[in-house]
């Protein structure tokens, strides 16, 4: 049985950090590319947003907003993937979802369920 189970969200103040952990297991970590989604309040998961993905090789890939604040890591030791994330704002508040997939596969595809980061004074 494939789980992808996130922690680490919680409230924390603008201009503050939180590191977000995913933990997998039931597939080859290592195959697979690992992304972080999130989606704002009031929004379905489909139309949620890209974060930060990082493939097999360790190459990382950013949306525009978090670039120079997010940094995306894996540990496939520990078929772990990590979300640092800086300097955060109240734009940023959102539920974060990890997902594993290998390629375009719509087969070899899991998401986590979620959790919540909230960016608030």
């Known amino acids: 049985q494939v789980q992808l189970v996130e922690s680490g969200g919680g409230l924390v103040q603008p201009g503050g950090s939180l590191t977000l952990s995913c933990a997998a297991s039931?597939?080859?970590?290592?195959?697979?590319?690992m992304s972080w989604y999130r989606q704002a309040p009031g929004k379905e998961r489909e139309l949620g947003e890209l974060?930060?993905?990082?493939?097999?090789?360790?190459?990382?890939y950013y949306t525009n907003s978090v670039k120079g604040r997010f940094t995306v890591s894996r540990d496939d030791a520990k078929n772990t993937v990590y979300l640092q994330m800086n300097s955060l704002k109240p734009d940023d508040t959102a539920v974060y979802y990890c997902?594993?997939?290998?390629?375009?596969?719509?087969?070899?595809?899991?998401w986590g369920q979620g959790t919540q980061v909230t960016v608030s004074s």
């Open positions: 974060v930060a993905r990082i493939d097999a090789s360790g190459t990382p």
């Open positions: 039931g597939i080859t970590f290592g195959s697979y590319y």
């Open positions: 997902r594993a997939r290998i390629g375009l596969s719509t087969v070899y595809d899991y």
